[in-house]
């Protein structure tokens, strides 16, 4: 458990989400320009997107998964740490954004076939909050090392590296090395319609806050150290999810989804607002980080109430779709921010996270679709 939560750690908070936290430094260095800055940005989406894309159809083979997973988040990491022009950094950061995608599905594979971890499904919460750990990890060396932005990199990569091992040698004796094709009919996505949906909503509307949030901040006048703060502050609200998720497991993943979408929108719209207040600032990124994260673990326990013999493939598919949701809004809300402001544009993508709420809520107060038992392992 606790070497993967790493990975998710190491994968997701320390590699992939670290870009934005360490753009500025690395602009100045490296001296390229904010377009291209965004064109790297697209580029370790797509990266991971296939990454999440393989993890869905390489669901059967968990370890395989988490070893590609350390590996490109480390090689990537490392690539980033040596790069001396835009053009080898922005390889670089495409490789080790494909970490994460590998990761999700791995370490959900590997936390269902283990049997100290299989019949308990807050454990699923408890790594996926990992994120948060390596948001906090990542903002503490920020603070330290900072304009040393390569040493983050190579810290990260050491991170994912130990964390791998980790995990492939705590489950050897009990993940088999072979499973079966994860490829499901027709029948299992109309299944996860409503999930699908929900999870886009979210991903677009959660970009305001990764992708413009310390610029918001830092244009209402808050300074950078302050700024990092709030970025550490993040990270610190989707770690409380490894504390709160043995409580909210008992809920049932829609209901997590409505109260998180709902806090999620409070806290979007409230940022920019509040920023000038740097404790109510502080406040905001925490219940954003909660609520973003907690989300992200309901979708995962979203898809094992649809189909429990495929949560790694409904895992990577809605991840998929959540990472294609928060490119889409970065480059529609980007779009609103010379006209709108940032207050407009986090008003904006606040309803769209109020949107993703109703993927959740079935007509007639009855549940999404979910496969019944017989039919569920008639998919095999």
């Known amino acids: 458990m606790a070497f993967a939560l790493m990975l998710i750690a190491a994968t997701y908070g320390l590699v992939r ?6 753009l500025p430094d690395i602009q100045s260095e490296l001296g390229f320009s904010a377009d291209v800055a965004g064109a790297i940005s697209a580029g370790g989406s797509a990266l991971y997107v296939v990454g999440a ?13 988490v070893a590609t997973a350390a590996g490109s988040a480390a090689l990537g990491a490392a690539g980033m740490a040596l790069a001396t022009d835009a053009v080898v950094f922005a390889v670089a950061a495409a490789v080790g954004s494909a970490g994460a995608g590998f990761a999700s599905p791995g370490v959900v594979g590997v936390l269902r076939s283990h049997p100290g971890t299989s019949s308990r499904p807050a454990f699923q919460d408890v790594a996926n909050s990992g994120t948060g750990p390596g948001l906090v990890a990542a903002g503490l060396l920020a603070l330290a090392l900072l304009p040393g932005w390569r040493i983050v990199w190579a810290v990260a990569a050491v991170v994912a590296v130990v964390a791998g091992v980790g995990v492939l040698l705590t489950s050897r004796s009990h993940v088999p090395p072979r499973g079966r094709p994860a490829v499901p009919p027709g029948r299992w996505f109309l299944a996860h319609a409503r999930p699908i949906a929900a999870a886009l909503a979210l991903g677009a509307g959660s970009a305001a806050v990764w992708t413009f949030g310390r610029i918001a901040l830092v244009d209402a006048g808050m300074d950078a150290a302050s700024s990092v703060v709030a970025w550490i502050a993040l990270g610190a609200g989707g770690a409380v999810v490894a504390f709160t998720s043995s409580r909210t ?36 990124c925490v219940v954003f980080g909660w609520s973003y994260t907690a989300a992200t673990g ?83």
């Not at 000038?276 to 600032?281: H, Q, R």
Request: charged content about 10%; cysteine-free; proline content about 6%.
């Open 17 to 22: 989400l670290a870009f934005g936290l360490l």
């Open 53 to 65: 894309l393989v993890g869905f159809f390489a669901a059967g083979a968990p370890r395989v998964l």
């Open 249 to 284: 497991v008992g809920w049932g993943p829609r209901r997590v989804w409505v109260l998180t979408g709902v806090l999620a929108a409070v806290a979007t719209v409230s940022l920019p607002l509040v920023a000038e207040s740097f404790l109510a600032a502080l406040g905001a």
């Open 298 to 380: 309901a979708l995962i326990g979203w898809t094992g109430d649809i189909d429990a013999e495929r949560p790694a493939a409904g895992t990577a598919l809605l991840f998929v779709v959540l990472v294609a949701g928060q490119g889409a809004g970065a480059a529609a809300l980007g779009g609103l921010v010379e006209p709108w402001g940032y207050a407009g544009v986090f008003a904006v993508a606040s309803v769209v996270l109020l949107v993703a709420t109703l993927g959740a809520v079935s007509p007639r107060g009855r549940e999404s679709r979910a496969l019944p038992p017989v039919a569920a392992r008639g998919l095999r």
